[in-house]
């Protein structure tokens, strides 16, 4: 322990204080990995998904990259989809955004980044996507959160299309897919209305909540 030995004594307070708390807490947890939920969220150090929901570790299983972004072709995300839902059985899969995302910010900009603009090419993608309604929208601030929101509604779209869940609804298993985003300067949580639970729900879902702007 060279280094960070800081984060190391964190980690025993933590662990005593869990187990003066509740004795039985790691013995249950590696028991048994139950989670009710899948997380899809952003990277972003000021979103930890246990926190901002309440919940304690194993209740979440969680799936995080720059703006949130599920795409066809990437096997890490759709590897973890695929175990939440044939493996855990997990009912609710919920992605994520945040207000005031940097992937987002970057996506905005007419500017290079480096590596990551291959990344945020699928963010810029979904602006083009809804050029005109975001045009309409005179503030920058508020153009800007309403692609965080539109980039959590076409995620939700991309969960929804992906074989792993048309499979599992197909074969009658119980799956709702939510969007939410949250707000770095209240800490709260916000439900865009869009939860999906069976295919044919799709289309009209999404045309709503792509036409529903956020106060």
Same mark, same amino acid.
């Given at each position: 322990?060279?280094?960070?030995?800081?984060?190391?004594?964190?980690?025993?307070?933590?662990?005593?204080?869990?187990?003066?708390?509740?004795?039985?807490?790691?013995?249950?947890?590696?028991?048994?990995?139950?989670?009710?939920?899948?997380?899809?969220?952003?990277?972003?150090?000021?979103?930890?998904?246990?926190?901002?929901?309440?919940?304690?570790?194993?209740?979440?299983?969680?799936?995080?990259?720059?703006?949130?972004?599920?795409?066809?072709?990437?096997?890490?995300?759709?590897?973890?989809?695929?175990?939440?839902?044939?493996?855990?059985?997990?009912?609710?899969?919920?992605?994520?955004?945040?207000?005031?995302?940097?992937?987002?910010?970057?996506?905005?900009?007419?500017?290079?980044?480096?590596?990551?603009?291959?990344?945020?090419?699928?963010?810029?993608?979904?602006?083009?996507?809804?050029?005109?309604?975001?045009?309409?929208?005179?503030?920058? %601030?508020?153009? &800007? $959160?309403?692609?965080?929101?539109?980039?959590?509604? +076409?995620?939700?779209?991309? =969960?929804? *299309?992906?074989?792993?869940?048309?499979?599992?609804?197909?074969?009658?298993?119980?799956?709702?897919?939510?969007?939410?985003?949250?707000?770095?300067?209240? %800490?709260?949580? &916000? $439900?865009?209305?869009?939860?999906?639970?069976?295919? +044919?729900?799709?289309?009209? =879902?999404? *045309?709503?909540?792509?036409?529903?702007?956020?106060?």
């Amino acid at each position: 322990m060279r280094t960070l030995r800081q984060l190391f004594e964190n980690n025993r307070q933590w662990a005593r204080r869990i187990q003066k708390e509740s004795p039985e807490f790691f013995e249950r947890l590696q028991a048994v990995h139950d989670p009710g939920y899948l997380w899809i969220g952003c990277s972003d150090a000021r979103v930890p998904a246990n926190e901002i929901i309440g919940l304690p570790a194993g209740e979440v299983f969680v799936h995080r990259n720059v703006a949130n972004q599920v795409i066809h072709t990437d096997i890490n995300c759709l590897s973890v989809i695929q175990y939440a839902v044939d493996v855990l059985r997990v009912p609710h899969i919920i992605v994520c955004g945040h207000y005031d995302c940097g992937g987002v910010k970057g996506a905005c900009r007419a500017e290079s980044h480096g590596l990551i603009d291959n990344w945020l090419r699928h963010v810029r993608d979904v602006i083009a996507k809804h050029r005109a309604a975001l045009d309409e929208i005179d503030d920058p %601030g508020r153009r &800007q $959160d309403r692609v965080c929101e539109l980039n959590v509604i +076409e995620q939700v779209h991309n =969960v929804c *299309r992906t074989t792993i869940v048309q499979e599992a609804w197909s074969r009658g298993q119980e799956l709702a897919v939510h969007g939410w985003i949250y707000r770095l300067s209240d %800490g709260l949580l &916000q $439900d865009l209305d869009v939860c999906i639970t069976q295919p +044919e729900e799709i289309s009209e =879902v999404y *045309r709503l909540a792509c036409q529903t702007e956020r106060k």
